[in-house]
């Protein structure tokens, strides 16, 4: 097992506890940081964080053999880098003194959804901005809500929601993409052929729906909208 060496070549075996030597004779020349405040900030840190990566923490206490250096400003607290929740340990650290710690933090997985961030209207396109994730406490609202912001953004919305509601899928649909009275190019298409023609629209629709529309000889026909906004008609 390898160690540490310390100032005099030998090799140290248990270097967690030379690290907590040293910085306890830091400490006694800066005074000493109080591990209440520490554990005052983790907290604060973790009840703040709570839901927004659906979990809950709670944060573990401090050694109590720690010594560090006094901090002027309270301590700042976040996640270690590098790291995917559902996180074990928060960091705290002291930029004036230069120390930085780990403190763990148990994890409890939080029934969630995407909330609206802002009042919405009818018809509007949701963005990433517009929503935010958060614990839902109702248990039977928490089995409709959306988990996943894929099937939010780009989508629009039935109705008109207040801000901090909670999404759900019947709420959503694909945005309109052709508005009633909108000339549109109809392609008929049957097997070995396909025939273009100008329509107008009878109806509103999104890409994949199917569409009304009335053909200059005054039929109507039916069919369903394509990605670059034309109708595709299957012969009979």
Do not use: H
Request: hydrophobic content about 45%; overall charge positive; charged content about 15%.
């Amino acid at each position: 097992m390898l160690g540490w060496r310390g100032y005099n070549g030998r090799m140290m075996r248990n270097p967690l506890l030379y690290g907590l030597l040293l910085l306890s004779l830091f400490a006694s020349a800066a005074g000493v940081q109080d591990l209440r405040q520490l554990e005052q900030v983790a907290t604060a840190f973790a009840e703040a964080e709570a839901g927004s990566d659906g979990f809950r923490y709670q944060a573990g206490k401090a050694d109590p053999r720690l010594r560090l250096p006094a901090c002027a400003q309270p301590p700042t607290a976040g996640w270690p880098g590098g790291q995917k929740p559902p996180f074990t340990a928060l960091e705290l650290a002291c930029a004036g003194q230069g120390w930085r710690i780990l403190l763990p933090v148990t994890a409890s997985q939080l029934s969630v959804g995407y909330v609206t961030t802002r009042q919405l209207r009818a018809g509007e396109v949701l963005q990433l901005g517009d929503i935010k994730l958060m614990p839902v406490s109702n248990r039977a609202l928490a089995l409709q809500a959306v988990r996943d912001p894929a099937l939010i953004v780009g989508k629009a919305l039935r109705s008109t929601l207040p801000a901090g509601s909670l999404l759900r899928e019947s709420q959503l649909r694909l945005p309109l993409v052709i508005k009633t009275n909108q000339p549109v190019r109809v392609l008929v298409q049957g097997n070995g052929f396909a025939i273009g023609s100008d329509a107008v629209a009878l109806g509103n629709a999104a890409v994949g729906e199917r569409l009304n529309v009335r053909v200059p000889s005054g039929k109507v026909i039916s069919g369903v909208v394509q990605e670059d906004l034309s109708v595709l008609v299957a012969a009979p």
